[in-house]
């Protein structure tokens, strides 16, 4: 009819065993790095996130420098029509602070 299940058992726990040696036999071949290669991948790594941070800083600027230039070029061409976005979003903002509970709500709930 059937196998016992214990001894199911007993080879499923010897093939893993051999599986579990096979795998650490594949992992004590790998070298760890010394202490020097990781202090150097560590300047390394470093150097790179101060060169992406500064990347990031002019992209920043030269965008923010194209908005307000652009801003600035639309107020001096048609200043009524500037002024009057200008107003609109402004008055948006106010009532949205205004209105939304949970702006207001939350800052009430955090003082007290």
């Given at each position: 009819m059937g196998k016992d299940p214990k001894l199911e058992d007993e080879l499923w726990m010897e093939?893993?065993?051999?599986?579990?040696?096979?795998?650490?036999q594949m992992f004590e071949e790998v070298n760890?790095?010394?202490f020097e290669e990781l202090e150097m991948l560590a300047v390394r790594t470093a150097k790179n996130r101060h060169l992406r941070q500064?990347?990031?800083?002019?992209i920043f600027l030269l965008v923010a420098v194209f908005i307000v230039g652009s801003c600035l070029m639309a107020a001096l061409a048609i200043p009524r029509v500037?002024?009057?976005?200008h107003g609109i979003s402004l008055l948006t903002g106010i009532?949205?602070?205004?209105?939304?509970?949970?702006?207001?709500?939350?800052g009430k709930r955090e003082i007290q």
């Open positions: 093939g893993l065993n051999r599986q579990f040696d096979r795998l650490d760890s790095p010394s500064r990347k990031e800083f002019l500037f002024l009057i976005i009532a949205i602070l205004l209105f939304s509970e949970g702006v207001r709500g939350k």
